[in-house]
């Protein structure tokens, strides 16, 4: 094996602390049973999508990797996670938004070559990507996460990825459109966490750690760029057999990167300086 375990990360984009929490019951359900830890993130800032996604995979602050808005893109500098497991000789998978592949494979991102791609050499092995081009206000253009999460499955099982991430838009969305204390809401939510139920069991029977988590939050007016809880703040999810901290502790989103990659076996870049969250339990 080129690294010594495999991971999974699901990002879902846009929902705050408190929505995961009361929301989101199948996850609970795995924490309540023991199976399962959560704990608080906090997100950089600013608290932007593109911001977010930058640091979440390098470790450094946008004020460091430049991704400064969603409007400021090309391909960042630093050491990030997938470039970093496919030195260590690993696999990876990314089935997400096309941000993804522009800031950790190549920018700008082309409709034709760059959508679906299988490229050995990395950073990214394997990829699938959509763009939603067109969203707004009255259509999100957001694919069905059932089929992202299929296509996660997919790549797991047909290309035996060491570590794969998937982002889905979704609820982040509809987040922009209603805010998040109302009835759709609710419901959206409910219907991700039924969704993500399919499939949680089946990645852990295939061996592979899973954290679910998001990039940021987002307020009940659907705002979120800037430093409040509502916007900063979310839960993080671990299923494995690692041991992390007190329950009550504040986990800082630069936190994630280099926790992961020890998760791997990978050795973590001098770029990526915040301590690890987890460790060998």
Known sequence: MPVSSKLLLIILDGVPWRNWRRLFGNLEGWV?????RVWKMRAVLPSMSACCYASIHTGVPPQ??????????FRVAQPDIFSEVTKAGGKTGAVTHSYWSEFFNRHPFDFVGDIEYDEPGGP??????????????DNQMTPSDADLFATLSMLA??????????HTCTLDSMGHRF???NTPMDHACAVMDGMLAAFLPRWLDAGYEVIVTADHGQTDRGH?????????????????????PDDDMLLDQLQLAPTILTRLGVPVPETMSARPFLRAG
């Open 32 to 36: 309540q049973s023991g199976e399962a």
């Open 64 to 73: 460091v990797h430049g991704i400064l808005s969603n409007e400021v893109r």
């Open 124 to 137: 990214i092995s394997h990829g699938r990507f959509h763009t939603m081009t067109g969203y707004g206000h």
């Open 157 to 166: 099982a047909r290309h035996g990825i060491d570590y794969g991430i998937l």
């Open 179 to 181: 805010g998040h204390d």
């Open 224 to 244: 979120h760029g800037g430093r409040e809880d509502l916007q900063q703040d979310f839960a993080l999810y671990y299923f494995g057999p690692a041991a992390g």
